[in-house]
């Protein structure tokens, strides 16, 4: 149990273009959903938290506008990249949670590489 | 603010070579400890935790235990194999809310 699926897994895009990413919980309602980012060899880095039906937490020093987080639905969270660059090209991923605090534990997708040309 | 200290990598071993993995944290309060492993081009998987001091975490062979006096959580495994290569994670969690602080990662090499 505790699946989350990302989609897409890998995509390459011209500069300008927007990307979206979506992250679900096939099997448990996620009342909470993070976006992290990793750059190579390195660490994740939390770029948001979002809970369902609310404007997502951003972490100092990431663009909200730029990074645009959308979680509508208990099972649904989406990342859009605007007007991705290549300094944007990085591996994202999502986890979830089934409701906030510290004592759930948080499940991850499988990562979204996103390369920009 | 809470932070998580590895050791580098990358760490080149022998199958069935003994495994340390070395990880120290600082934070406020009694944080919930991680290690978490990512396979090439996936994302992470929860290897193991532990929620309170002296609490031991085991999965697959490997094991850590939640050092409270020394605010380490080292990761060791008796006999590694190839299919352990991989980046392993530290990682905490602060009780009071839901983000997790994770470590740079030590990437691991096992040599058949």
């Known amino acids: 149990g505790a699946v989350v699926s990302q989609h897409p897994s890998w995509v390459i895009c011209k500069s300008g273009t927007s990307v979206k990413i979506e992250c679900r919980s096939l099997?448990?309602?996620?009342?909470?959903m993070f976006w992290y980012r990793q750059f190579p060899k390195q660490s994740l880095m939390l770029m948001a938290t979002?809970?369902?039906?609310?404007?997502?937490?951003?972490e100092q020093g990431v663009e909200k506008d730029k990074f645009l987080i959308n979680h509508a639905s208990l099972t649904l969270s989406t990342l859009t990249v605007t007007s991705a660059h290549p300094e944007d090209s990085s591996f994202y991923i999502c986890?979830?949670?089934?409701?906030?605090?510290?004592?759930?534990?948080?499940?991850f997708g499988d990562g979204t590489r996103l390369s920009i040309l | 603010g809470d932070s998580v200290t590895q050791m580098e990598g990358p760490v080149t071993l022998s199958e069935e070579a003994f495994l340390t993995i070395n990880c120290t944290y600082t934070?406020?309060?009694?944080?919930?400890l991680f290690w978490y492993v990512q396979y090439p081009g996936e994302g992470l998987q929860l290897l193991l935790k532990?929620?309170?001091?002296?609490d031991k975490g085991s999965n697959k062979g490997f094991e850590a235990t939640y050092r409270k006096e020394t605010t380490s959580f080292h990761l060791e495994k008796g006999s590694v194999q190839v299919s352990d290569s991989a980046v392993y994670f530290c990682?905490?969690?602060?009780?009071?809310?839901?983000?997790?602080?994770f470590g740079k990662g030590t990437r691991l090499h096992i040599l058949p």
């Open positions: 986890s979830a949670s089934t409701q906030g605090g510290g004592l759930q534990p948080q499940h």
């Open positions: 099997d448990f309602q996620a009342t909470t």
């Open positions: 979002s809970n369902e039906g609310s404007k997502a937490t951003y």
């Open positions: 934070a406020t309060g009694y944080p919930s």
């Open positions: 532990a929620t309170k001091a002296d």
């Open positions: 990682a905490l969690r602060d009780r009071s809310g839901d983000k997790i602080i």
